[in-house]
């Protein structure tokens, strides 16, 4: 029975062991934020702006967006699953490391506020963003994005303050396929017209 014991024991400690093993073999590594910063400087502030605050409206701000889901599009880029051709193009030289460093280094910056350009859009974007659609089944945004439109980290992005032209854009590439690493976002944009793409997407730069 103590030679049984013993083998029993054994076993369960070199599994244990081995599980462990793994487990930190497949974590990721631990953030560098200083080399993010030095990456993104040399990679993305042109176009981003230095803190991630893109003073472009067609270019996207960065600045607090949540790391998770920077990293997946800049994953998603490299693989060619998400179509940009200046994107595909700046994403391929950079390694697991390098994306990582990048999107939790300026996600950790703060961003700016923005303001909404078109206050005769705000009444249909608000009802939109806030309750949808309800005879076209359309979700309400806020459900996803959160009232503010903070986001939830990992799943859903921060629209809070984003360029009105980029959220725009990027509505319009669900709804006509251009986009399609998101079935939920194609579906519903794929039900919204011009003119409520415009609203909602102005509606967000001013959510704060």
Same mark, same amino acid.
């Given at each position: 029975m103590k030679l049984l014991a013993t083998l029993v024991f054994a076993a369960t400690t070199a599994a244990t062991a081995f599980v462990c093993s793994a487990?930190?073999?497949?974590?990721?590594? /631990?953030? =560098? *934020?200083a080399k993010g910063e030095a990456s993104f400087a040399?990679?993305?502030?042109?176009?981003?702006?230095?803190?991630g605050n893109s003073l472009i409206p067609v270019n996207p701000k960065l600045a607090q967006q949540h790391p998770e889901y920077l990293l997946k599009q800049l994953q998603e880029f490299k693989a060619? /699953?998400?179509?940009?051709?200046?994107?595909?193009g700046m994403s391929a030289a950079l390694s697991? =490391? $390098?994306? %990582?460093?990048?999107?939790?280094f300026v996600g950790a910056k703060k961003a700016t506020p923005g303001a909404a350009a078109n206050k005769e859009t705000l009444a249909l974007g608000e009802r939109i963003y806030r309750g949808g659609i309800a005879d076209r089944k359309i979700p309400a945004c806020a459900g996803c994005h959160s009232p503010n439109g903070a986001g939830v980290p @990992?799943?859903?992005p921060r629209l809070s303050g984003q360029h009105a032209d980029y959220a725009a854009a990027q509505l319009v @590439?669900? %709804? $006509?396929?251009?986009?399609?690493?998101?079935i939920q976002m194609t579906q519903i944009a794929a /039900? *919204?017209?011009d003119r409520e793409i415009k609203a909602v997407a $102005?509606?967000?730069?001013? *959510? %704060?």
């Open positions: 487990a930190e073999t497949a974590a990721p590594a /631990k953030p =560098d *934020l040399a990679v993305c502030a042109a176009c981003h702006a230095p803190d060619g /699953k998400r179509a940009n051709a200046i994107m595909n697991d =490391d $390098d994306m %990582r460093n990048i999107a939790y @990992a799943q859903y @590439a669900f %709804r $006509d396929g251009v986009r399609q690493n998101s /039900k *919204l017209n $102005d509606y967000v730069a001013g *959510l %704060r």
